[in-house]
């Protein structure tokens, strides 16, 4: 399943380091952030439950940048 989140992210190397939180968590198959439109895709692990997995990506991205959000 592949879902697309609104974000708010201040750089673009801001952006790649919440790409790379969100790759890293566990229940994400793939994740790519674009900075110009300010939008995460996300694509989970069969059988994950999105919004467990996306509230776990909002910490991992706030542990890298304190300032960014993802609006669920």
Do not use: H, W
Request: charged share 35%.
């Amino acid at each position: 399943m592949k879902k697309t989140y609104k974000i708010d992210v201040d750089c673009a190397a801001c952006a790649e380091k919440m790409q790379e939180a969100a790759r890293r968590t566990p229940g994400v198959k793939d994740a790519v952030v674009t900075f110009m439109t300010l939008k995460m895709k996300v694509e989970f692990e069969e059988g994950a439950d999105p919004d467990a997995v996306m509230q776990a990506v909002r910490e991992n991205c706030r542990k890298v940048e304190s300032d960014c959000e993802v609006f669920l």
